[in-house]
């Protein structure tokens, strides 16, 4: 049984490694695809989010700044080694008209846009108990992306605005599988509680009685 404890350790470790550089990917917005949006073009998650967020008014506004502040130092360290303003914020990602633009974009996304919200949802979630929803989560925004691009619905007819995916989607979705956490201990007991098939002797001496 110790053995097998430790053999399955390792699993646990994958998870949480897998959970925290989900979380990172997620919260400084490294771009994983290029769709359409509210907010004009959407390279992430925590991006389409955002748009849904501040154009329907359902979230305070700070705590969406908050939300994206980190990966805007990031980019805007990369850039141009420069810290953007607080009150700048919603400027760079295009989100001061977002309120006044239609939500036909999103809701024609709908795959991508709740996908991102599993997403976003599943990396902050998972830092502190990894689960299963990174993974859906990044299926549907996958989805969404092959509806459009492949299947081509919604029609795209600007070339500027066709869909995009970035190689580190892979990355994304390669971590949000491997974040899923397996019960180790019910999978050893279980195996461990396999019946063991008995001997047939009883049923062999009644028939020759």
């Given at each position: 049984?110790?053995?097998?404890?430790?053999?399955?350790?390792?699993?646990?470790?994958?998870?949480?490694?897998?959970?925290?550089?989900?979380?990172?990917i997620?919260?400084?917005?490294?771009?994983?695809?290029?769709?359409?949006?509210?907010?004009?073009?959407c390279?992430?998650?925590?991006?389409?989010?955002?748009?849904?967020?501040?154009?329907?008014?359902?979230?305070?506004e700070?705590?969406v700044?908050a939300?994206?502040?980190?990966?805007?130092?990031?980019?805007?360290?990369?850039?141009n080694?420069?810290?953007?303003?607080?009150?700048?914020?919603?400027?760079?990602?295009?989100?001061?008209?977002?309120?006044?633009?239609?939500?036909?974009v999103?809701?024609?996304?709908?795959?991508?846009?709740?996908?991102?919200?599993?997403?976003?949802?599943?990396?902050?979630?998972?830092?502190l108990?990894?689960?299963?929803?990174?993974?859906?989560?990044?299926?549907?925004?996958?989805?969404?992306?092959?509806?459009?691009?492949?299947?081509?619905?919604?029609?795209?007819?600007?070339?500027?605005?066709?869909?995009?995916v970035?190689?580190?989607?892979?990355?994304?979705?390669?971590?949000?599988f491997?974040?899923?956490?397996y019960?180790?201990k019910?999978?050893?007991?279980?195996?461990?509680?396999?019946?063991?098939?008995?001997?047939?002797?009883?049923?062999?001496?009644?028939?020759?009685?």
């Amino acid at each position: 049984m110790a053995n097998a404890m430790k053999g399955w350790s390792w699993v646990r470790n994958i998870s949480s490694i897998a959970s925290r550089v989900y979380f990172f990917i997620i919260l400084l917005q490294i771009p994983l695809f290029r769709i359409s949006c509210r907010a004009g073009m959407c390279t992430t998650p925590l991006h389409v989010t955002s748009c849904q967020l501040i154009g329907s008014q359902s979230f305070p506004e700070g705590a969406v700044k908050a939300l994206l502040f980190p990966g805007a130092i990031m980019h805007g360290l990369v850039k141009n080694m420069t810290v953007p303003s607080w009150d700048n914020l919603l400027n760079i990602y295009n989100l001061t008209d977002v309120k006044e633009a239609s939500a036909v974009v999103d809701l024609q996304r709908l795959e991508v846009l709740v996908g991102s919200y599993f997403s976003v949802a599943g990396a902050i979630i998972g830092i502190l108990k990894p689960g299963r929803m990174s993974m859906f989560g990044t299926l549907l925004v996958i989805w969404g992306l092959v509806k459009e691009g492949i299947l081509g619905k919604p029609v795209n007819s600007d070339p500027s605005r066709a869909v995009y995916v970035y190689p580190t989607m892979l990355i994304a979705l390669i971590c949000a599988f491997a974040s899923v956490k397996y019960d180790v201990k019910k999978v050893i007991r279980s195996a461990a509680a396999r019946p063991v098939a008995k001997p047939m002797q009883n049923s062999a001496k009644s028939k020759l009685q």
